[in-house]
Nanobody
Framework: QIHIVETGGGSVQIGGSLNLSCVVS????????MAWFRQSPGKQREFVAR???????HYSSIPKRRFTISRDNSKKTVYLQMGSLEPEDTGLYYC???????????????WGQGTQVTVSS
């Protein structure tokens, strides 16, 4: 069974930066396309970015070139570097296997606890 642990969240001021990490076990990590999602207060969980098994990153409209997704297959870890943070980026950030379902990027069945990001003025 897949096990996911996200870390690196915190409280920052507007314009600040955070680096999130996600360690994954119980799955063929090197062969998996991975993604980051977030759930902001009062909203449904939404797709943020994905990275192919070859290391190519793709983003939703959310980051607007402020975020960078990367991975280290030797560490079974996927990262999300976030910069120029805005209050709208506040939320619980999750990583998961990326699945394209009905033309929308979704995660797998099992989710980690997520890591909280709070951006304030």
């Amino acid at each position: 069974q897949i096990h996911i642990v996200e870390t690196g969240g915190g409280s920052v001021q507007i314009g600040g930066s955070l680096n999130l990490s996600c360690v994954v076990s119980g799955v063929d990590f090197g062969g998996a396309e991975m993604a980051w999602f977030r759930q902001s207060p009062g909203k449904q969980r939404e797709f943020v970015a994905r990275i192919t098994k070859f290391g190519s990153g793709h983003y939703s409209s959310i980051p607007k070139r402020r975020f960078t997704i990367s991975r280290d297959n030797s560490k079974k870890t996927v990262y999300l570097q976030m910069g120029s943070l805005e209050p709208e980026d506040t939320g619980l950030y999750y990583c998961n296997i990326a699945r394209l379902i009905n033309w929308r990027w979704e995660g797998g069945e099992y989710w980690g606890q997520g890591t909280q990001v709070t951006v304030s003025s």
